[in-house]
């Protein structure tokens, strides 16, 4: 606890500090003076709402799309497959992992150019596309554990008392699964809401929340206004995580 304490929450609270900094336009260098500018710019300008929103969008559609696939074959490696299959199922699974990041999304941006195999060219959908691949086996595992500790006895009992495919899906499977799907679309909305390497390498001209705050600590050289952005997914995760306790999907991991 002492260690996230002083790694991650006074990286958090540095992070916040520097927000209300600003940068001398002459020098370049950083004026620690409170000031709200950098909020004003950022909660003022349209571009930056609507970056926002196309992030927040992003991460909601990855999540999704993730979801759609992630589940029946979590269903398959936990139901259908059995025990010995299981293990080489879920190294299969992990193996993607133990790629590099780059490699993975510039093979995307190869198969994804204009003479590529796809051949879908660069921009939002290729970034859609290239994160839900990236962040799949982060979807798979957490449903995959709740589906394995899911009572096969509940299934037989649900088809002894007449329910089909879709009535067991909704009425036992899912309810007792939630919680697990709803861990793994932790971890792929809020890797998509901050990335910005893909979109580097497969957004084309798109911008991100991720890409503004890259921006403006390399080429624009000014860390209070990209401390100030970089603040916005973190409130968006608060915001996330509060809306799923209520669930009570957390209490149930």
């Known amino acids: ?98 790629a590099s990041y780059l490699v993975k999304a510039y093979a995307w941006r190869v198969m994804l150019s204009s003479n590529g195999v796809l051949g879908w060219g660069y921009g939002l959908t290729a970034t859609i596309v290239t994160l839900s691949y990236l962040w799949l086996p982060y979807m798979i595992l957490p449903i ?23 009535r067991t899906f909704r009425t036992v499977v899912w309810p007792l ?25 497969v957004g084309g001209k798109s911008q991100l929340i991720g890409n503004v705050v890259y921006d403006n600590i390399g080429a624009a050289n000014n860390l209070p206004f990209a401390a100030a952005v970089a603040t916005v997914p973190v409130m968006i995760m608060l915001v996330y995580l509060t809306a799923v306790r209520r669930t009570g999907a957390l209490e149930n991991l």
């Open 144 to 166: 995959y554990a709740g589906l394995e500790r899911l009572p096969n006895s509940l299934l037989d009992a649900a088809g002894d008392l007449g329910a089909r495919g879709w």
């Open 1 to 98: 606890m002492l260690w996230l304490g002083v790694a991650y929450l006074g990286a958090l609270a540095a992070l916040f500090v520097t927000a209300f900094w600003s940068t001398d336009t002459f020098t370049g260098d950083l004026v620690k003076e409170f000031t709200w500018a950098n909020f004003q710019d950022l909660f003022t300008g349209e571009v930056y709402r609507t970056i926002a929103l196309r992030s927040v969008g992003v991460a909601v559609a990855v999540t999704l799309i993730d979801l759609v696939i992630a589940f029946p074959m979590a269903f398959a490696m936990a139901k259908l497959a059995s025990p010995g299959a299981q293990r080489w199922l879920v190294i299969a699974v992990l193996t993607p992992l133990w």
């Open 177 to 201: 699964t939630f919680p697990a799907a709803v861990a793994g679309s932790v971890f792929t909305f809020s890797l998509s809401l901050g990335d910005y390497i893909a979109v580097k390498i």
